[in-house]
């Protein structure tokens, strides 16, 4: 089989290794690994992406609110006051999702090979195209 090669620095090699947990031996891998790591890398900038604009959202739905309050000629306190609930709970939820991801990834690699795993690598040797990363 023909190899792959791959600069090192391109930005979905940068995701693959620096979040995804890609390892190289002497500047090879294989596809699947590759592929694999590349798509882990992007689940948790998903996950911040969404984070991120539920808190901007967060942060200018209850201003909006107190514009449009103001412009009625009513109190600030309500745009405040649903301001703060919907932090608290967007931070809880966002600690409790990292805590649970990092725990349930040491779980899964404190497990022994099963006959799945075992048999998966004999295929993945197969047909997994190599990579050279220069």
Request: aromatic share 14%; net charge positive.
């Amino acid at each position: 089989m023909n190899s792959l090669e791959i600069r090192n620095s391109a930005w979905h090699y940068y995701i693959a290794k620096k979040i995804g947990g890609l390892e190289v031996y002497d500047g090879t891998t294989d596809i699947c690994s590759y592929t694999k790591a590349f798509l882990l890398g992007c689940i948790p900038l998903l996950i911040f992406s969404i984070v991120a604009l539920a808190v901007i959202g967060g942060i200018l739905y209850p201003f909006i609110i107190m514009i449009g309050i103001y412009l009625f000629h009513m109190h600030w306190k309500l745009g405040i006051n649903s301001f703060v609930p919907l932090i608290s709970i967007l931070i809880v939820g966002s600690l409790w999702t990292i805590n649970y991801l990092k725990n349930s990834i040491r779980k899964r690699n404190e497990n022994k090979p099963s006959l799945l795993r075992q048999a998966y690598h004999s295929w993945k040797h197969k047909y997994c195209v190599k990579i050279k990363i220069k």
